[in-house]
């Protein structure tokens, strides 16, 4: 998170995104999605989240949805918590490039165990 998405915090309190869920993406690439990253869509979009905060930031959004779709499948108030600890942290420091990025996301999968998972790695992460 950095200065210039501050704007972006008007669109949250209308309700037109969220704090943390998948970033926004430019209509040019919606158009082209197929229907695994059509996902996306469901859920109001978010100032950050789980991409934002691995070491995959160097890839474009749309070629690596893999953490938003972990997200989504997996989304509650305790991994929102802990996505905005970190990215907190991350933007305190002022560090462009994780030195400790996220591994990837399990996909495909849908249960509490690689929720806690992703809970440990990012509470890790911050201490």
């Known amino acids: 998170m950095s200065l210039d998405e501050l704007p972006q915090v008007i669109n949250v309190l209308k309700g037109e995104m969220s704090l943390v869920g998948p970033r926004p993406e430019?209509?040019?690439?919606?158009?082209?999605?197929?229907?695994?990253?059509?996902?996306?869509?469901k859920v109001l979009p978010g100032i950050t989240g789980l991409w934002q905060l691995s070491g995959d930031?160097?890839?474009a959004i749309h070629e690596n949805m893999d953490y938003d779709l972990y997200y989504i499948r997996n989304m509650s108030f305790f991994l929102d918590m802990a996505i905005l600890i970190e990215t907190f942290i991350f933007a305190f420091r002022g560090i462009?490039?994780?030195?400790h990025p996220a591994p990837p996301p399990p996909v495909g999968r849908d249960n509490s165990k690689s929720r806690d998972r992703a809970l440990f790695f990012l509470l890790f992460f911050i201490l």
């Open 26 to 41: 430019m209509p040019f690439i919606v158009a082209e999605y197929d229907e695994i990253h059509k996902e996306r869509l």
């Open 57 to 59: 930031r160097k890839k």
């Open 96 to 99: 462009l490039n994780s030195p």
